[in-house]
């Protein structure tokens, strides 16, 4: 069974930061594209960032000069550091791991979140 172990989450002020760490298996984490997605009270799960197995990462426009997301090769582990932190990225965050295969359905796994709020 696939496991996605997330840490990290916390309340903090506007302003501070925040690091979310998600562990996998070396199996899981050499191969799939990792990634954090966050879902606000009442509205639907989006992407905040990807990094794949070479390192190339895509964020999303919100978190773009805020947040870094980062892979730990030794550790199976994804990170995702998070400055500059508003009330808006209140949310729980997920960790994902997704990979397609040819003439195959996609797997897809996900952590069991991480609450992070933001607030004065």
């Known amino acids: 069974q696939v496991k996605l172990v997330e840490s990290g989450g916390g309340l903090v002020q506007p302003g501070e930061s925040l690091r979310l760490s998600c562990v996998t298996s070396?199996?899981?984490?050499?191969?799939?594209?990792m990634g954090w997605y966050r879902q606000a009270p009442g509205k639907q799960r989006d992407l905040v960032a990807t990094?794949?197995?070479?390192?190339?990462?895509n964020y999303a426009d919100s978190v773009k000069g805020r947040f870094t997301i980062s892979r730990d090769n030794a550790n199976n582990t994804v990170h995702l550091l998070m400055n500059s932190l508003k009330s808006e990225d209140t949310a729980v965050y997920y960790c994902n791991a997704y990979k397609s295969w040819t003439g195959l359905e996609p797997s897809e796994f996900w952590g069991q979140g991480t609450q992070v709020t933001v607030s004065s």
């Open positions: 070396k199996t899981i984490f050499d191969i799939f594209t």
């Open positions: 990094i794949n197995s070479v390192g190339t990462t």
